[in-house]
């Protein structure tokens, strides 16, 4: 019988976050993708495709979503109640 050894990939290290000013005032222009209220501010997703974070890291800029404060601080303070009531759309 052969042996089954687990492949335990090389932790990769993150490279520097991608920041991007203008186009975190561009999604300020928009509504709350909650409940269409402004002023909104740069929300940075927590889960889904292409993002990449890590312990005290956000995602880049180009994975951020506009929410006014109230809904920001909700989202943070009961993240999986938020995915409970909104689903995936968008994923924060």
Do not use: W
């Not at 993150?14 to 975190?24: N, V």
């Not at 561009?26 to 909650?34: A, D, E, K, M, Q």
């Not at 909104?40 to 005290?56: D, N, Q, Y």
């Amino acid at each position: 019988m052969s042996q089954i050894i687990p492949f335990n990939p090389p932790r990769q290290r993150l490279g520097k976050r991608k920041q991007d000013k203008d186009h975190l005032d561009f999604v300020r222009t928009f509504g709350c993708s909650i409940c269409g209220r402004r002023p909104v501010e740069a929300h940075h997703l927590m889960h889904g495709e292409g993002v990449v974070r890590g312990t005290s890291r956000k995602a880049d800029d180009r994975y951020a979503v506009p929410l006014c404060d109230p809904c920001h601080k909700k989202l943070h303070m009961a993240p999986a109640s938020y995915q409970i009531k909104y689903g995936d759309k968008p994923a924060l």
